[in-house]
């Protein structure tokens, strides 16, 4: 009967704040103080610490206590998706891979090998399939995503401004947003003009600083990256054209809280990712080992004191990354599938070729059909989607629905398979996840008032020069 009063370790994440213990229950996303000796000692039975034998009516007291608290709240409904439930293909979002050239070459790219692209560029009318594609198999989606990628886009910009024009003359009456990822090198006039025109959302790669973006996104004729890429911005501002940043944060190359204040006092939106293994194979860049764990949690740790300090002053915070993260923590925001990845999304490249994501495209082996015969459902299945706990190792972690069991790519990549997540992602992830449960405790803690402002995803705006 103990057994069923006992919360699987699985779903106990215990993390401190403020020298006091807490624990976050995965399937609730629910936080628990540990404020006496009785929850104490429950925990540590749940957590195989210490035997439940003479326990067993503290065990259904505490239990009791806590899924009355989970009934209040209600149970998130993430946690009850069939874990072994195939998901079905209804894309809204297609990943039109444009460009199958670059003028960076970014030591951590997953598009290009050391020997190129995998995929040359798209025609127009290439594109033009593939977005017929995802119309014909989910004609009635409240919304759909064109995303131009690469390479980079902007080297075929006319192929770009075919592929928008077309769209809204024949699909006019769908709601379409387009989207480009550019390394923002190649910025003109007419460029930004047409960004504008159409409202398509820019998210623009730059790392930091200029020393840490030319070190890791150098340009193939030596030019000024940096440079190149903040007279793009200069030029989209001009314009009235929003755009967003992306830094991706290297294991050798980390410096947060100067890559943030930095993106500060651009004023403009960014967020951060961390890299992962490409089909470069391991690298330095990638390469969360232990040590580089460590300093990234003391370089974590500073850079939320920096954004405390801005809470503190009632700044306005453009790193929507770190405010993500405390928002769906405070919303109870569960992931309960690896990502969208033939699912909801797919990527085209030139001959017609379907692949889940963008980030397959560089393998053609993984291709799960194409534009002429459609999708085989044995390899989407494969290299597509499925419920995190689909996933064995998944399934025992507390953190599986903070990150969904990671990005599929990066498993293939670094493990030649999709069936189980990199340990150095996973032990990356769990890093991220700890930290941020006890910065979200803290800043409750200590500046309820800005919790409520980040619960509700709002912010003060910025004072008038």
């Not at 929507?320 to 992931?335: D, P, Q, S, T």
């Not at 797919?346 to 070729?353: E, I, K, N, R, V």
């Amino acid at each position: 009967m103990t057994s069923n009063h006992i919360i699987p370790s699985h779903d106990i994440q215990l993390f401190a704040a403020d020298s006091q213990k807490y624990f976050y229950h995965t399937p609730s996303g629910l936080i628990f103080k540990v404020a006496n000796e009785q929850l104490e000692r429950y925990i540590s039975i749940c957590t195989g610490q210490q035997p439940a034998e003479g326990a067993e009516r503290l065990c259904e007291h505490v239990h009791g206590i806590i899924q009355k608290t989970v009934a209040e709240y209600g149970q998130i409904d993430a946690a009850s998706v069939p874990a072994n439930e195939p998901l079905p293909f209804s894309p809204s979002c297609v990943e039109l891979n444009v460009a199958g050239r670059c003028n960076l070459v970014c030591p951590y790219c997953f598009a290009r090998s050391g020997s190129g692209f995998a995929f040359n560029s798209m025609s127009a009318e290439e594109c033009m399939r593939a977005i017929e594609f995802m119309f014909e198999r989910n004609p009635d989606a409240g919304g759909y995503n064109i995303t131009f990628f690469g390479g980079e886009p902007f080297l075929e910009f006319d192929t770009m401004r075919e592929v928008v024009r077309r769209t809204e003359a024949m699909f006019g009456g769908k709601k379409i947003r387009f989207s480009v990822t550019t390394n923002g090198t190649v910025m003109t006039e007419a460029m930004a003009e047409f960004v504008k025109q159409h409202g398509i959302a820019m998210l623009i790669s730059i790392d930091g600083p200029q020393a840490i973006t030319n070190a890791l996104r150098p340009h193939v004729a030596g030019r000024d990256t940096y440079a190149d890429i903040m007279r793009s911005l200069e030029l989209l501002r001009q314009h009235g054209a929003d755009f967003e940043l992306r830094a991706t944060i290297a294991a050798d190359a980390a410096d947060l809280v100067g890559t943030a204040r930095f993106f500060e006092q651009l004023g403009a939106p960014y967020h951060f990712v961390f890299c992962f293994d490409s089909q470069h194979g391991s690298n330095e860049h990638s390469n969360w080992n232990a040590p580089a764990l460590d300093g990234l949690a003391a370089q974590l740790d500073a850079l939320f004191g920096f954004y405390l300090g801005l809470l503190r002053s009632k700044t306005y915070i453009w790193g929507y990354w770190f405010l993500e993260h405390l928002h769906g923590i405070a919303a109870r925001k569960l992931n309960p599938v690896t990502c969208g990845s033939g699912v909801n999304m797919f990527s085209a490249t030139d001959g017609g070729g379907v692949f889940g994501c963008m980030n397959f495209a560089s393998n053609p082996e993984t291709a799960i059909g194409d534009l002429q015969h459609g999708v085989d459902e044995e390899r989407r299945l494969r290299f597509g989607a499925w419920p995190t706990c689909h996933t064995q190792r998944c399934a025992a972690c507390s953190a599986r629905f903070y990150c969904g069991g990671g990005c599929l790519h990066e498993r293939y990549t670094a493990l030649g398979s999709t069936s189980s997540p990199n340990e150095q992602q996973c032990a990356l992830r769990r890093l991220l996840f700890e930290k941020m449960l006890s910065y979200y405790q803290h800043i409750k803690n200590h500046l309820p008032e800005a919790m409520v402002r980040i619960s509700e995803h709002r912010q003060h705006l910025p004072q008038a020069c």
